[in-house]
């Protein structure tokens, strides 16, 4: 060969990883809800409507009281959570830290979706699995939804 063979590797790191971070192994795809938790009943609605047309079960909350009814009720149901920072009462960062603290939720991926860039201490305190900035294109998100969750239609497909 004249040059041997290609050892670049191809760059697969998503949109939203910064170089900073490094890149953990991909994870397992797993069935269950999402839980949108955003305090503006347009931005909630809209990503539950768009995420349950692409097959996703969706529960909303609008800030930390219905986000922890929904993980209280159903924690092992709950396959991701979509967490805006900037909440009502107690913020995003709040629900997170309490998340990672409690052993039924600590191992739920979260996807930081918000319109403010923490410093890189926090970032690096909130553990998520992916930030993604507003604006942002709904393809960008749910391709980073896709490595986190199955849709539920693929289990309700019935040739009967």
Known sequence: ?????STA??????????????????????R???????????????LAQLLEFQGYMVFEAAN????????DSSPQ???LMLLDLNLPGPGGADIRATQL???RLADIPTIVVTACAPDLADREGLRAAAWIEKPFRFDQL?????????PETEKRRDPS
């Open 9 to 30: 590797q191809p760059d697969t790191a998503p949109l939203s990883q910064s170089s900073f971070e490094p890149r953990a192994a991909e994870p397992t795809a797993r």
């Open 101 to 103: 603290a409690d052993a």
């Open 142 to 150: 749910l391709e980073e939804v896709r490595r986190f969750v199955l």
């Open 1 to 5: 060969m004249p040059n041997g063979p």
């Open 64 to 71: 930390a009281a219905e986000a922890f009814g929904h993980l």
């Open 32 to 46: 269950g809800a999402i839980l949108v938790i955003e305090d503006r009943d347009d931005v909630r609605q809209g």
């Open 77 to 79: 149901g709950i396959a």
